[in-house]
């Protein structure tokens, strides 16, 4: 989540409690651990917690909750600040070295990452941060009995789901698509697949200060998406029950109450498969679709470790953390994706995990998540920035708001957006 430009007072004394038990945890110990906060938790904290566990020093990981950056801004204010922070965007990053908050980093001899990566945690050309965890953001999740035949393109995606919304009309069967509408993040992620798919050459623009937000490729973007969005019958209860249902909800409508054949979701979506799978058979996978067959977008996210201001254990800590065996541990028990090009794919556990990291090691193919790369507010959280344009978007389509006027609403609002926060038009 961006930066709201207030620290709230839940934040203030979460943050002064972990601070207060990193304090007396370094005493007690006589040797003070290195503190890192995550915006992990359940199975995903716990694996990170064995993956430190390995580190030659004491390390104590505190969960700062979904919104890290306002727990790191209270434990400045308090003076309190971690050694490390795992953030899920680049432009808390860059953010935070502008303000002289973060030490430079170096990674280890055995990092590397694809093309592009790098440069997001960089600032005045000092390296700020390292990429630990990647999110691989182009997949559609199915059952293999809901969909024996999946869609190769775009065209067919569509077709299908007319030929299932139409049958979910007649009671005939469940709806074709599940969505997490109430989670700004999804709608976003659909555009960003699409955008890089219509448009693969202005993506990357988009997210710099000339940014044109009213421009044909993103007009043509939202355009194809409400084409789909639009059919009559494609989401479970419609689109304004769509709005009011969260990311995890979604899931559970296709793996366990069946009420919907497929799902666009990042290989984190296997986390939550997990304790809500119904029976033995397990859902199933295929590339987001494009234009062409076989020949659609790459899009990924990612955490960044960081080292903070005056902390030598941090900056050791992250250059550990760059190894590429360091996340061996994670590695085993799957749901990691590492965006370390040197560590080995027959390091995964499973098939799924090493076709991902072959796709994302392919030369040419990726694109980073384009609302994380966004400035300010314009990047998005719960209620506002592009979060809330895509939901007003989505809303609009799915009810019955012809597809010009829409896209003339959601692209002025872009264009404002970015304005707003400091660029583009």
């Not at 990193?22 to 906060?37: E, L």
């Not at 559609?140 to 809901?146: G, I, K, R, T």
């Not at 899009?299 to 550990?320: H, N, R, Y």
Request: with cysteine; proline share 6%; net charge neutral.
């Amino acid at each position: 989540m961006r930066p709201t430009g207030r620290t709230s007072r839940r934040a203030v004394l979460r943050a002064a409690a972990a601070g207060v038990a990193a304090v007396t945890a370094g005493c007690s110990g006589g040797t003070r651990s290195v503190q890192v906060a995550v915006v992990w938790s359940t199975s995903e904290l716990d694996r990170f917690r064995r993956v430190v566990a390995d580190y030659p020093g004491s390390v104590q990981v505190v969960s700062a909750g979904n919104d890290i950056d306002a727990f790191l801004r209270a434990r400045h204010l308090a003076g309190t600040s971690p050694d490390v922070a795992i953030l899920p965007r680049p432009g808390l990053v860059t953010e935070y070295a502008e303000r002289g908050w973060l030490s430079t980093v170096r990674p280890s001899g055995e990092y590397a990452v694809p093309d592009g990566l790098g440069d997001l945690l960089t600032a005045d050309g000092r390296r700020y941060g390292v990429w630990v965890k990647a999110a691989h953001k182009s997949l559609v999740w199915h059952l293999p009995s809901m969909l024996p035949e999946q869609p190769t393109d775009w065209d067919g995606l569509v077709e299908r789901t007319r030929r299932l919304g139409a049958a979910a009309r007649r009671g005939d069967g469940p709806a074709p698509l599940a969505i997490g509408a109430a989670d700004g993040w999804v709608l976003t992620d659909w555009f960003e697949n699409v955008l890089a798919d219509v448009a693969p050459e202005s993506y990357d623009a988009l997210a710099g200060p000339d940014a044109d937000w009213q421009g044909r490729p993103v007009r043509d973007a939202l355009d194809r998406l409400a084409g789909l969005w639009s059919i009559d019958g494609a989401f479970l209860g419609g689109g304004r029950r769509a709005l009011l249902t969260q990311y995890e909800e979604s899931v559970i409508q296709v793996v366990y109450s069946r009420r919907a054949v497929m799902l666009c979701g990042a290989d984190f979506t296997a986390d939550v498969v997990g304790p809500f799978q119904r029976g033995p058979e397990a859902p199933v996978t295929f590339p987001f679709p494009g234009t062409r067959p076989g020949g659609g977008p790459l899009i990924v996210g990612g955490d960044a470790a960081v080292a903070f201001a005056g902390s030598a254990g941090g900056v050791e800590l992250v250059q550990w953390l760059t190894k590429a065996d360091s996340f061996r541990s994670w590695l085993r028990a799957g749901g990691y994706l590492s965006p370390n090009t040197n560590v080995p794919i027959t390091s995964y556990a499973d098939e799924v995990g090493r076709r991902l990291a072959r796709e994302m090691q392919a030369p040419g193919t990726l694109r980073f998540d384009l609302s994380d790369q966004l400035p300010g507010a314009f990047t998005g959280s719960d209620g506002v920035g592009i979060w809330r344009i895509m939901q007003g978007f989505f809303a609009d389509v799915t009810d019955g708001v012809g597809v010009g006027e829409a896209i003339r609403r959601a692209t002025g609002q872009l264009a404002l957006a970015a304005r707003n926060a400091g660029g583009g038009r």
